[in-house]
């Protein structure tokens, strides 16, 4: 079973307009990290935002949230007043294991904000 | 506080040829892992190293890929003869030993084998 999916290969959002990038995880582990990494055409990986599974509330950077449902084990990216600069790839992770080292990738989705 | 470094960022080898890539982690980070990134997919994780330790190498292929992280210098992937399904990205991240957790990733290493 996938350990992180991401059904959206592509988005479209009009610039100034919110969008939410889907994702859900599989894990027994009660303990686990969710976290969402930005990868512009340039290739760098960009860390952008973190939620611990014991974690009460959503977490939020900036114009990034992440809307932790934890029953239905998803972990959804909601980027507000897109920009033109948020076109990119997102890749949703999931770190867990005894010693927290597994370290899993959903396959991306490419977003791409119009003007 | 330099990132994490790799080198080279693009290399081009002839299938049969070896390619090795370098990976200095972050100042203070103890933890390397390696992912392998095919052009429009995710990533795939290869291995995960401490010092002169392979915790996890559940991802590397069984035949002619390697990685170490000696006691002194950087990380290296090595890959023995090259083939063309070879030719991807190889990204290299370091965690720290607390934290969150998060990885910081280098810029990546670009393989092309012709």
């Known amino acids: 079973a996938q350990k992180i999916t991401q059904t959206q290969p592509g988005m479209f959002v009009q610039e100034k307009e919110a969008v939410t990038l889907d994702c859900t995880y599989d894990t027994s582990d009660p303990s686990y990290g969710l976290f969402w990494y930005k990868q512009p055409s340039s290739g760098e990986m960009i860390f952008l935002i973190y939620?611990?599974?014991?974690?009460?509330q959503n977490a939020t950077e900036g114009r990034y949230s992440l809307n932790f449902q934890k029953a239905r084990k998803s972990a959804n990216l909601v980027i507000s007043a897109s920009q033109l600069g948020d076109s990119a790839m997102y890749f949703c992770?999931?770190?867990?294991?005894?010693?927290?080292?597994?370290?899993?990738f959903g396959s991306g989705t490419k977003l791409n904000v119009k003007p | 506080n330099a990132g994490v470094m790799q080198n080279p960022r693009h290399l081009v080898r002839r299938r049969g040829q070896e390619a090795r890539l370098r990976c200095s982690p972050m100042k203070g980070h103890s933890h390397v892992y390696w992912y392998r990134q095919l052009p429009e997919e995710g990533l795939k994780f290869m291995v995960y190293?401490?010092?002169?330790?392979?915790?996890?190498e559940s991802g590397m292929p069984k035949e002619r890929f390697s990685a170490e992280f000696p006691k002194e210098g950087p990380s290296i992937l090595r890959i023995q003869q090259v083939v063309r399904g070879d030719s991807a990205a190889y990204f290299c991240?370091?965690?720290?030993?607390?934290?969150?957790?998060?990885?910081?990733f280098g810029e990546g290493s670009r393989l092309t084998v012709l």
């Open positions: 992770a999931m770190r867990e294991g005894p010693d927290f080292n597994k370290f899993y």
């Open positions: 991240a370091s965690s720290p030993p607390s934290g969150i957790g998060e990885l910081f």
């Open positions: 939620q611990g599974s014991y974690d009460q």
């Open positions: 190293l401490q010092k002169e330790n392979i915790i996890d």
